[in-house]
């Protein structure tokens, strides 16, 4: 039994210092696609082919976007959209997190709030935006309201499902233990929805980023939205596209956050990795 | 505190829409304080379901279960469990798994946990997740877990089942040590007639449906015991006949 367990740990150790080469080989196989994309733009867009006013070319949009930094207008837009994801998730995710763990522990608070959760969850939320600036102006209230419920209802339906999931043979230890109440949550609940709680994480991060373009498209003096908004009008296809790929990169780097949280949280999962 | 179970008139009925299932009916039965016993007896005999309130799990039936001089009315870490699975945390390594809500930072507790690691052979597994041991591994993470709260009765529901047999036997020796050395009392159920004479004073032979106590053996041997021994063969026609004596209901045997 030992001598097996012995082999096992070689073979983990083994795979530990493979695993630097495969995350290049990964990353190099991921950046295949958008590298050829790339090229058969600027090269359709040199030759032509690509109307220019309607399609930059990339390295068109590069100059644009060192300009934009260089300026500062990049950097005060960029501030004022990361304030506002950022205080938007912070309050959504929050309140998705407390009210997914009161729903989920009681049975009771369940039968009293989740039908009324469920309702509102099924309300697109473009539908509510115009009651929203009505309620709250077009000021900064308005837009971390809508990206708080954008980012409010992943988590609090994951955390609900990951508390619900809890191995009930899992809690009969506890129950063994003696744990508190307190104990109980803190270190069986969570821990055992903790995969589910991170998933909401990441797609309440993907909700807030929505709804902050939707906040800004929208009505807004500053921010990236508003700066893609305002290029629109002047025709200006290349501040339009540097707006998109700030986007892009910013979903990205937020997810990539989450993911590195995911590998280092549950690295005692026991699951398929292909 | 004295560590005696007593028993008295339990009976306990499952109960859902359409059908109520009698799984043990007015049961008495007192396991001394330091003692060994086993209980064995075909599935659906409630065997388990006995474990069960014994512990506390499940507090919903007839008569009474005194532990000492306290009615059982919920789980204590008085009573350690010991499940068929491992039931361990799976986000958490070995030290800290036997650890469970108790600070490891402390260091009386650290060196129990130390201890307990080297009692049940883990050394060198302290930081290892449940999903790289064995099974038997995880069994004795376990062990350990429940020795750790110093139970005063350390309750085992077939917990060598899902093991191969050399681990089984190394495992069973594993308990008899701990219980000679701690005096702790055992009730351990099973259904492997062998595990039982190896290792109790007393085998319980339970009956199904209802599940009720058929006989009660006790095994004078002195430890450690020879499976190959001519008493010990002995014991097993005596529990055997007494598990395929079964007077009326013989068809209950083909579930």
Known sequence: MSTQTVAQNKHLVIRETTKQSKLAKSALRGSVLPVVVLIAWQALGSVGILPAQLFS????????????????????????????????????????LLLGIIVGMQKKSEEYLNPSIQMLRTVPLLAITPLFIMW???????????????????????????????????????????????????????????????????????????CLVVAELLGADRGVGFMI??????????????GIIIFALAGKISDSLVRFLENHLLKWQDSFKA | MVATLEINQVSKTFKNENESVHVLDHLNLTVNNGEFVTIIGPSGCGKSTLLKLIAGLDSDFDGTIMAGDLTVSAPSKDRGF????????????????????????????????????????LKGFEKAYPR?????????????????????????????????????????EALLEIWER???????????????????????VMDAKPGRIKAI????????RTRTSKAFQEFRSVILTQLEHHPAEVEDWSI
């Open chain 1, 57 to 96: 070319s990339p390295l068109l949009i590069v100059m644009t976007f060192i300009d934009l930094v260089q300026s500062g207008e990049m950097g005060m837009h960029l501030q004022i959209s990361l304030t506002r994801a950022f205080l938007g998730f912070a309050l959504g995710g929050f309140l998705g």
């Open chain 1, 136 to 210: 709250f102006g077009f000021g900064e209230l308005s837009k971390v309201l809508l990206i708080a419920l954008g980012a409010f209802f992943p988590l609090y339906l994951q955390t609900f499902l990951g508390l619900r999931n809890v191995d009930k043979k899992l809690y009969d230890v506890a129950l063994i233990l003696e744990f508190s109440r307190r104990e109980q949550i803190t270190k069986l609940m969570i821990p055992a929805a903790l995969p589910n709680i991170l998933l909401g994480i990441r797609l309440a991060l993907s909700a807030a980023w929505m």
């Open chain 1, 229 to 242: 908004q305002d290029a629109r009008s002047f025709m200006q296809t290349d501040v339009v596209f540097v």
């Open chain 2, 82 to 121: 010991i499940f068929q699975e491992h039931r361990l945390f799976p986000w958490l390594n070995v030290e800290k798994n036997i650890a469970g809500n108790l600070p490891l930072k402390k260091p009386d507790i650290r060196k129990r946990v130390d201890d307990l690691i080297t009692l049940v052979k």
């Open chain 2, 132 to 172: 790289q041991l064995s099974g038997g591994m995880s069994q004795r993470v376990a062990i350990a877990r429940a020795l750790l709260r110093n139970p005063e009765v350390l309750l085992l529901d077939e917990p060598f089942g899902a093991l191969d047999a050399f681990t089984r036997t190394h495992l069973q």
């Open chain 2, 182 to 204: 701690n005096k702790t009392t055992m009730v351990l159920v099973t259904h492997d007639i062998d595990e039982s004479i190896f290792l109790s004073r007393k085998v319980v």
């Open chain 2, 217 to 224: 053996v006790p095994i004078d041997l002195p430890y450690p």
